[in-house]
């Protein structure tokens, strides 16, 4: 049974910082390419951020570049999602998505809000 549980979400003001994380389970983590998604009320889910399988590789959204990192840590089946200098409109459902082998698996989201 595959799983991807994610946490670290919660209430923050608008400059500070939270790192979310994905607990994979059920998979061979090390061979799945990573993704960070949110999505807004209103809005359509996007890309925030994407690592490869040695983590070696990542793009990030233009609205996010140069102040979320995405990484992993394949020993321990999770990739992390730090997010500083938040933004209001960072206010989002975040998942956590995984692919490999045509299969592809969504956890079922952290809520990230942020204001004062």
């Known amino acids: 049974q595959v799983q991807l549980v994610e946490s670290g979400g919660g209430l923050v003001q608008p400059g500070g910082s939270l790192r979310l994380s994905c607990v994979a389970s059920g998979l061979t983590f090390s061979t799945y390419a990573m993704s960070w998604y949110r999505q807004a009320p209103g809005r359509e889910r996007e890309v925030v951020a994407r690592?490869?399988?040695?983590?070696?590789?990542?793009f990030y959204a233009d609205s996010v570049k140069g102040r979320f990192t995405i990484s992993r840590d394949n020993a321990k089946n999770t990739v992390y999602l730090e997010m500083d200098s938040l933004k209001a409109e960072d206010s989002a459902l975040y998942y956590c998505?995984?692919?490999?082998?045509?299969?592809?698996?969504w956890g079922k989201g952290s809520l990230v809000l942020v204001s004062s």
């Open positions: 998505y995984g692919w490999a082998n045509n299969r592809d698996y």
């Open positions: 690592i490869s399988t040695s983590g070696g590789n990542t």
